[in-house]
């Protein structure tokens, strides 16, 4: 994709021009987004400007399918409302969202226990049959072993004595052995992690960026229960979740420490100053690992 310097002036222009209606509500660039750069636009509203080559397609992707599912989401997400269709001024799509008010967790992290039971009910409530026709990922929602060779590049990434990596290959090796998903696909996030969550008074308050919803096995969001959720919480969030067996478990364990290595190496790269990298997800990833490997 050709790069667009995307400044106050773009943005603005072009809600001027495809939504006049909201012309005149503030606008102001928010720090943060991976394949979006995100400005806020009034209170209530978000604009979401691609920046990656895969996030026009991610953007259409949430417009299509997250307005159905909003409505029986116990908490806010960033419902589109509005879509920008390419012009000469940007020639991609780009998006007007709902504002889900809160902090990032890799911010402020979830403190407050009670966040196992609000996780748990999001989850149960998301994760329902997703139809024929939803989109599915190369990479996740999908069984283990299809992803065994990039996990395995992940891991030679480490030293071991830095994250206590034997410790990790084993968590990684008991998912692996673990039975794959025999259910019918559900509805997933696909990338829960503390810069796609928001909180409020020590709690999980909303969920944002569904770029990579898909269809497939749970596991992939209930290794949110270690990434998210504060040391002791993941046994209280499977009592409330209730739908996940033994094995569904183990394999989201194992996703939890490669998640939680994959946040320690984009926050080491954001501390060296090397392009995508987050200096905020270091800590998270390191507090998010100590609690995958904390004795069960």
Same mark, same amino acid.
């Given at each position: 994709?050709?790069? *667009?310097?995307?400044?106050?002036?773009?943005?603005?222009?072009?809600?001027?021009?495809?939504?006049?209606?909201?012309?005149?509500?503030?606008?102001?660039?928010?720090?943060?987004?991976?394949? +979006?750069?995100?400005?806020?636009?009034? +209170?209530?509203?978000?604009?979401?400007?691609?920046?990656?080559?895969?996030?026009?397609?991610?953007?259409?992707?949430?417009?299509?399918?997250?307005?159905?599912?909003?409505?029986?989401?116990?908490?806010?997400?960033?419902?589109?409302?509005?879509?920008?269709? &390419?012009?000469?001024? *940007?020639?991609?799509?780009?998006?007007?969202?709902?504002?889900?008010?809160?902090?990032?967790?890799?911010?402020?992290?979830?403190?407050?226990?009670?966040? /196992?039971?609000?996780?748990?009910? *999001?989850?149960? #409530?998301?994760?329902?049959?997703? &139809?024929?026709?939803?989109?599915?990922?190369?990479?996740?929602?999908? &069984?283990?072993?299809?992803?065994?060779?990039?996990?395995?590049?992940?891991?030679?990434?480490?030293? &071991?004595?830095?994250?206590?990596?034997?410790?990790?290959?084993?968590?990684?090796? !008991?998912?692996?052995? #673990?039975? !794959?998903?025999?259910?019918?696909?559900?509805?997933?996030?696909?990338?829960?992690?503390? /810069? +796609?969550?928001?909180?409020?008074?020590?709690?999980?308050?909303?969920?944002?960026?569904?770029?990579?919803?898909?269809?497939?096995?749970?596991?992939?969001?209930?290794? #949110? /229960?270690?990434?998210?959720?504060?040391?002791? #919480?993941?046994?209280?969030? *499977?009592? /409330?979740?209730?739908?996940?067996? !033994?094995?569904?478990?183990?394999?989201?364990?194992?996703?939890?420490?490669?998640?939680?290595?994959?946040?320690?190496?984009?926050?080491?790269?954001?501390?060296?100053?090397?392009?995508?990298?987050?200096?905020?997800?270091?800590?998270?990833?390191?507090?998010?690992?100590?609690?995958?490997?904390?004795?069960?």
């Amino acid at each position: 994709m050709r790069a *667009f310097e995307i400044d106050e002036t773009l943005v603005r222009t072009l809600v001027r021009e495809q939504h006049p209606d909201l012309a005149e509500l503030d606008l102001r660039a928010v720090v943060g987004g991976w394949d +979006n750069q995100l400005w806020r636009l009034g +209170n209530e509203l978000a604009v979401r400007m691609p920046r990656t080559e895969r996030a026009p397609s991610l953007l259409r992707k949430e417009h299509r399918w997250l307005p159905a599912l909003a409505p029986g989401l116990p908490l806010p997400v960033p419902t589109p409302v509005r879509i920008g269709e &390419p012009s000469v001024r *940007f020639p991609q799509p780009w998006t007007i969202a709902a504002w889900v008010h809160g902090e990032p967790a890799d911010r402020v992290p979830i403190s407050h226990g009670r966040a /196992a039971g609000t996780l748990a009910d *999001f989850l149960t #409530a998301l994760h329902v049959t997703a &139809p024929a026709d939803a989109p599915v990922s190369p990479d996740r929602g999908v &069984p283990l072993r299809t992803v065994a060779d990039t996990v395995g590049k992940l891991l030679e990434d480490f030293a &071991p004595e830095e994250v206590g990596l034997q410790r990790v290959q084993q968590v990684w090796d !008991e998912a692996l052995a #673990a039975p !794959e998903w025999e259910g019918p696909p559900v509805w997933l996030h696909a990338d829960l992690h503390p /810069a +796609n969550v928001v909180v409020s008074d020590g709690t999980l308050s909303g969920v944002i960026d569904f770029g990579d919803m898909c269809a497939g096995d749970p596991a992939v969001d209930l290794a #949110a /229960a270690w990434v998210l959720l504060p040391a002791g #919480a993941a046994a209280r969030f *499977f009592e /409330a979740y209730a739908h996940a067996d !033994e094995a569904t478990v183990r394999r989201a364990r194992g996703l939890a420490a490669l998640k939680s290595l994959a946040l320690i190496s984009i926050g080491q790269a954001g501390e060296r100053g090397l392009p995508g990298g987050k200096p905020t997800w270091g800590p998270a990833g390191l507090a998010a690992l100590e609690r995958v490997l904390a004795p069960v």
